[in-house]
T-cell receptor
Framework: DAKTTQPTSMDCAEGRAANLPCNHSTISGNEYVYWYRQIHSQGPQYIIH???NNETNEMASLIITEDRKSSTLILPHATLRDTAVYYCIAGGGTSYGKLTFGQGTILTVHP | DTAVSQTPKYLVTQMGNDKSIKCEQNLGHDTMYWYKQDSKKFLKIMFSYNNKELIINETVPNRFSPKSPDKAHLNLHINSLELGDSAVYFC??????????????FGPGTRLTVL
């Protein structure tokens, strides 16, 4: 899996958009960008993934740059329940499902 | 209905003991995984099984032995427990990897404490 770099922590006001950046400059052509989050002591939860195109689902949007070297996860209207560690992972494809979790970004949503 | 379940949720035991953690998924997935999250919160993959066949083994000590009786179950047996084995162990499942849709569903975790 390609290495990813994320800020250690970020803050966001409740109701505002949370934009979480991720660098994955060594991503290979068949690797996807996955985002997961882990709310305190719970199992990680899948959020979204993409290969080249921007993606949107009921939880978030994923913006991938044209060169695929970085991406941004957008939570359009953050709530207190979105406070969690967010992991950006470059992998999957043909790697037998191996996901390499880094340190992630601790997102704190404030009232 | 719980998608991925693990038992027990908490496990406290003495060094040197042998223990097992069970995992079951009712999602019809072909692939199951075991992850370990240590005290520093790093989440690392240990094993992966696809249709009862081992496909990932991340240089885990051979005291750890996964067993998959069928594709809905992946149990983790640990022999001669050591203090360093204390961690939270997560089970996960997904559809067949390599398809680009590697959405993994995680269980609630088993907190293992070795005294």
């Amino acid at each position: 899996d390609a290495k990813t770099t994320q800020p250690t922590s970020m803050d966001c006001a409740e109701g505002r958009a949370a934009n979480l950046p991720c660098n994955h400059s060594t991503i290979s052509g068949n690797e996807y960008v996955y985002w997961y989050r882990q709310i305190h002591s719970q199992g990680p939860q899948y959020i979204i993934h993409g290969l080249k195109n921007n993606e949107t689902n009921e939880m978030a949007s994923l913006i991938i740059t044209e060169d695929r070297k970085s991406s941004t996860l957008i939570l359009p209207h953050a709530t207190l329940r979105d406070t969690a560690v967010y992991y950006c992972i470059a992998g999957g494809g043909t790697s037998y499902g191996k996901l390499t979790f880094g340190q992630g970004t601790i997102l704190t949503v404030h009232p | 209905d719980t998608a991925v379940s693990q038992t027990p949720k908490y496990l406290v035991t003495q060094m040197g003991n042998d223990k097992s953690i069970k995992c079951e998924q009712n999602l019809g997935h072909d692939t199951m995984y075991w992850y370990k999250q240590d005290s520093k919160k790093f989440l690392k993959i240990m094993f992966s099984y696809n249709n009862k066949e081992l496909i990932i083994n991340e240089t885990v000590p051979n005291r750890f032995s996964p067993k998959s009786p069928d594709k809905a179950h992946l149990n983790l047996h640990i022999n001669s427990l050591e203090l360093g084995d204390s961690a939270v162990y997560f089970c996960a499942s997904s559809q067949a990897p390599g398809t680009g849709n590697n959405e993994q569903f995680f269980g609630p975790g088993t907190r293992l404490t070795v005294l």
